[in-house]
């Protein structure tokens, strides 16, 4: 699904304009993304959370060549399914609501 089929659901399921829907939506990314850049984590209940991690500088290998080459630290963010989330993935059905489908 990519951000336009989002804010178009976003728009059908709330009744907002699409123009409304899209700010809203590009809203909520802003600030996943100004949170994140700072360092905090966001916790989002029945869904999952996204922390930032540090990765250390490393040694990796050209697999075409074997050369060693410098992978320098950075930063990555990492995304952890919460219960319901895995449940509703594996089973097509939403958890605590009788059995409707996703």
């Known amino acids: ?3 336009i089929e989002i804010v178009n659901v976003v ?3 709330t009744g ?3 123009v409304k829907a899209e700010e809203a939506v590009e809203a909520v990314l802003q600030l996943m993304k100004e949170c994140l850049a700072q360092g ?3 916790i989002l209940r029945r ?3 996204f922390q930032v991690r540090q990765k250390s500088a490393r040694i990796g290998r050209n697999p075409k060549t074997g ?3 410098e992978i320098p630290a950075r930063k ?5 399914a919460g219960k319901y989330f895995k449940e509703a993935v594996n089973t097509g059905r939403l958890p605590g609501t009788g ?3 996703v």
């Open 67 to 69: 050369q060693g080459a």
């Open 11 to 13: 728009a059908d399921r």
């Open 47 to 49: 869904f999952g959370s």
């Open 40 to 42: 905090e984590p966001i």
């Open 1 to 3: 699904m990519t951000k």
């Open 76 to 80: 990555v963010v990492r995304f952890k």
């Open 99 to 101: 059995g409707e489908s």
């Open 16 to 18: 907002l304009t699409k």
